[in-house]
């Protein structure tokens, strides 16, 4: 990049905010794909004056800008593919700038760590319930940015139910501002709609308005041990037409199972067919025991042959360790894990499981299966034993693409919380049509003419 | 219209689906706002591959076309204010699709009405919560388009919640699919999220998919009378504050109030400030009770004179009538109403209606104002004594210029749940900055190049 790019923005930002060296430039490079671009420098705008500087500079020039959250993102969203420069939100627009008790709202800045606003909202009673497993360290910028899910998708929804309102820096400088604290607007298109989830390549978020709700008073945690997959979804289909909606249903198969207790040594069943672990919370503590009566009914009317609820927070984390231990553990089925993050309508999921099975005996691949049954949304991990078997790795990327067909052809998305990024992207054309495809690319053209905004992305 | 035009229409969708008389173009001329504009035809067109032609061939010649549910809006948007072609979906695209019972969504054709799909569902013990006034005869379609609110939105939100995916097509006769039957879908930009309110001017809807949920087994209407609007609105601040989440909290002023009760005499007391309506549900009959305990804590803390819970169905529907019949009532105030969907942030609405009152007094009008507390969304409405004065009406239009300052500068929208369409558009520039304005102009380009498809609308 240009030397006088880099005076330009340091008379800008102030010298301590502009980074054009190798050390900076190789710590942006990397998210938690494990790939790495180098980008062309680091910029740290102080607030949203200096978003829209940045972005009308580089739009007149046609210097890449990539949007950067905590880089924990998992399709590559904040990788600098063909250069440019990084806008990082960590350093000064990490505050949490209001909590407005009258209308149950938080403004934040885009930096802010997810587990950071969770926290001081408890402290009013209140409740962020967007919890992508990143949380601790991933930024509501990027949550938004990816449409992050989470945990708790089945009762409370996936970020997207959040995002009231948001401002925003246009790729020309622009500040525009989309949504209200209300329920209701529906005046003009719904910007902040087609904002969520665009993986930063419409507009750089410069606040967001998200809803808290209500703390619920109480929650218990439970877990059964399944014969088979199948029973455990049966168990979920049940208990969710039954009316009672879970906060999380979350399953693990058997590779899954055996892989935490060879690991850990806590007591799982390794012949189990599949765990479920439920989590039921309200203010009412007999609703609560009511929905576990429930929920016991029919887990042993699916021929479950353990029912435990969790009688203490310590018991409760006891269970929730296995759900939380299975993406290390099941490394012990191979040095390489394509892990990818499908979902299907939730109907499906047995026969996405069945079509997974087959994938794994014709390649001869474990895959280990686990994740959030209640909205349908599969880890699915292709285990290649030796990563350094190119043979293996180009068999194992074969597979992958079995699974995404699959998928597909079972109603589902390639991508149920991670994004498209660079990861997917040369799937897309299996999930999507010619005609979608340019539509994208014509609204991505409407926002962003010149395309220096995290170009090179989702396939468009 | 040419008559090489009308001779191609009846070929593709033969005679009886397409109609250039003055009949039918007068039937078609109208919607709630008794506005009228005369098409140039009306097209009924059978399955999505007729929409497709049809609009391959209007884009081609540059015809105007104007997508209708069933012309219920309150803002024009189904209005041929510059001719075209009416397209219209209650002949043939009016039928239910399938109630997916796995995954708890609705498929439906756009000309579905809503109350049609509330009750079907009720039979597999699921709810569709969206509730506009219009539900009895509004479309599903329509819903979408304009994003329709209404009761329930406090604890359900509204028609964009609900929307998990949807078949359009483009104007120039691409057929697109986005979203699917999942919470959780990453993949691609949002399409669905801007197609909703969108007005009919980026695409038609072919297909809605659309989420259910299990149908609250129990619910319990009451009411309190207030001897202030200052202390209604409190009394709704703290039942909000507290985890109580009410289905609705309804709201008439004095002057509602009054109204009803001189047109219907149901035993309502004319001296009150206010009245507050709330329903709560769920599936525990104690629960209910305990919620309704609260409420009414907090009611009396507010100096409610009065807590009345409905015994019956009976009771809780005369508890309803009063609100459900103050749009008709308040028309002892004038020939004239100039009503408006004005939404603030809930904890603006003391500060609204002060202005409100205030607005009334500068201006010489009564304005009664009524509508849903829990979620902001107040119908305020200037009341012109004689229709036919025309000084009356000019200065009532400069009210409703003040009322929708008044709000912009409250944090508001100029429109909780009725659109822009023809009625606002003209104040668009109060709510929205230029760059968000040409925002909104590229994105209407980037799926309508040619703008046929519901031009003029929203100020765009």
Redesign the interface.
Known sequence: MKVEFEQYFKQLLGEENVYFDEAHRRVYSYDATKKHYLPDGVLFPRDEEDISKILKFCNDKGIIIIPRGAGSGFSGGALAVNGGLVLAFEKHMNKILEI??????AVVQPGVINMHLQKEVTKY?LFYPPDPASMEHSSLGGNVS??A?GMR??KY??T??YVMALRAV?PNG?????G????????????A??L???EGS?AVFSELTLKLI??P?FKKTAMGVFPSVKSAMNAV?KT????V?PVSMEFLDNLSICAVENKFNIGLPKDAGAILIVEVDG??Q??ID?DLKTIKHYFLEENASEFKIAKDEKEAKDIWFARKSCSQSITVYGSLKLNEDI?????KLPDLLEGIAEISKKYGFKIPCFG?TG???VHTNIMIEDKNDQEQVKKGHLAVEEVFKLTIKL??????????GIS?ASF?NL???D??MN??R??K???DPNNILNPFK?GL
């Not at 407005?100 to 709202?105: E, F, I, K, T």
């Not at 622009?174 to 989309?178: K, L, P, Q, T």
């Not at 607007?185 to 719904?190: I, K, L, M, S, T």
């Not at 979902?343 to 109907?347: A, E, F, G, L």
């Open positions: 407005d008790l009258g209308n149950l709202v009673g990816e449409n899910g998708a089945t929804g996936i997207k139910d246009l622009e500040i525009i501002s989309a209200k604290r209300t329920i209701k607007d529906v005046a003009g298109y719904n910007l709609g087609i969520i989830a665009s419409l209500a703390l008073k289909f969710l037409a039954s009316g909606t203010n009412i007999e609703v009511e979902t299907v309508p939730r109907s959030h909205d349908g949304n109603g589902g998305t390639l991508s149920g919380e991670h994004g498209i997917k897309m999930a999507f049509s005609a979608e539509l994208m014509n609204i053209k409407a926002f989702m």
